[in-house]
């Protein structure tokens, strides 16, 4: 508990720091006009400087914002599987397109199919073990191109394998990697995987998997 003399020189304290402040910065005490004026310029720019600064962040979000609404958009949606158990090559397909409200350059397409277990390829990510798609195209919105890929050496799926894919144990991925640059030459990548395995084909020669029958992987499917 305060004493009364303790609770006195305390609002008396608190007393003469409120007066402190109430007497403002030096410039509202200084008798020189010039001084004064001086003060009250270097509040005013500094206001104008904080206000500048805000206006530039609101502007550069909005042209952020702006560039977002109006740019491309590369993606790529499963389109197959198929030779899943006869004597042709193997074939992954996916369909490449640009969904967004302008066009995408310089549009470079890398994609492979490979059989493995979950949770797929160890490198998935690395563009020198995929097939590169000739040329680089520009990709006008709603244009969209399928393309495929084989098993390595055109290679053809083995009876064990395929008894893998049906029962889960393995699966066939199709992945790849799409580099392109939006209308305002900023550098954008879409990542995509899709997997096909189960007892449930398109076919009654149990041969291929539809496009709906394709599952996302857990990693490898991202775009900026």
Same mark, same amino acid.
């Given at each position: ?5 303790? /609770? ?13 402040? $109430? ?6 005490? @200084? ?12 509040? /005013? ?18 042209? @952020?914002?702006?560039? #977002? ?8 949606a499963p389109a197959g599987a198929f030779n899943v158990n006869a004597d042709g090559v193997l074939q992954g397909y996916v369909v490449v397109g640009n969904s967004g409200q302008s066009i995408a350059k310089r549009v470079k397409r890398y994609a492979s199919v490979q059989i493995a277990t979950p949770p797929g ?31 390595? @050496? ?7 394998? $395929? ?9 066939? /991925?199709? $992945?790849?990697?799409? $580099? ?19 007892? @449930?084909?398109?076919?009654? #020669?149990? #041969? ?12 490898? #499917?991202?775009?900026?």
């Amino acid at each position: 508990m305060w004493t009364k003399d303790q /609770y006195k020189a305390y609002k008396a304290k608190a007393y003469r720091r409120c007066e402190e402040w $109430f007497e403002g910065p030096w410039w509202f005490q @200084e008798e020189n006009k010039i001084a004064k004026f001086t003060g009250w310029l270097v509040v /005013y720019t500094c206001g104008l400087a904080v206000i500048a600064f805000l206006q530039w962040c609101v502007l550069n979000k909005t042209d @952020e914002t702006l560039q #977002n609404q109006q740019r491309s958009y590369m993606y790529v949606a499963p389109a197959g599987a198929f030779n899943v158990n006869a004597d042709g090559v193997l074939q992954g397909y996916v369909v490449v397109g640009n969904s967004g409200q302008s066009i995408a350059k310089r549009v470079k397409r890398y994609a492979s199919v490979q059989i493995a277990t979950p949770p797929g390829p160890a490198d998935i990510a690395d563009i020198s073990k995929m097939t590169a798609e000739e040329g680089s195209p520009t990709f006008a919105p709603p244009v969209k191109q399928a393309i495929y890929r084989e098993l390595p @050496e055109r290679g053809k799926i083995s009876s064990q394998d $395929f008894a893998a894919v049906q029962s889960g144990a393995k699966r066939i /991925y199709v $992945f790849g990697t799409i $580099f392109y640059d939006d209308v305002f030459d900023n550098p954008h990548k879409t990542e995509f995987c899709h997997m096909y395995f189960g007892t @449930e084909m398109a076919d009654d #020669n149990r #041969n291929a998997y539809a496009p709906v029958q394709a599952k996302y992987c857990d990693r490898h #499917n991202d775009a900026d």
